[in-house]
């Protein structure tokens, strides 16, 4: 099965019909780090990643992995070796935080956007994660909790997302 970015605020997944928000410039066929767009394409989606501390962990078919204080997500178009991968977090390298103050990285499930024969440059740590008021992302698509947790007991490790 396959999620589908319908329009730009609007996610489906078989019968069911999620409001989500997307990047605040929009889709782009072509990426590159900080445009704030949303890739068009067909992904993978990776493992899910959540806040223990905060949230029990949820019912999904999906790998699931605490969030740890020093995790992050290499967004540093200077390192070859650990762009757009999860890192544990090093002085020497730009990386987005996941272990958040605010609720937005509770959850979060990365699409597998620029992850193989990664492009340096061309875009990183693309999600979907929360949102409250379905704000604009730099990038990512935000859903709101009741609605993710639907999401996540629907999903698997061989569902797609494609962004049109």
Known sequence: ?????????????????????????????????????????????GNLLYRKDRNPKPTTKLKCIPIKKNMGWCDDIKSKKYYNKLINIRK????????????????????????KNTRIGAGSAIFIHLTKKYNPTTGCIGLQKKDFLILLKLINKNTKIKIT
Not at 2 to 12: E, P
Not at 94 to 100: C, I, N, P, Q, V
Not at 104 to 115: E, G, Q, R, S
């Open 1 to 45: 099965m396959t999620i589908i970015l319908k329009n730009k605020a609007t996610l489906l997944f078989d019968d069911f019909i999620f409001k989500c928000s997307i990047g605040k410039s929009g889709l782009a066929r072509s990426k590159f780090e900080g445009d704030k767009k949303t890739p068009i394409g067909k992904f993978t989606l």
């Open 92 to 115: 020497n390298v730009r990386y987005e935080k996941l272990y958040r103050r605010d609720y937005k990285y509770d959850f979060l499930v990365p699409i597998n956007y620029n992850t």
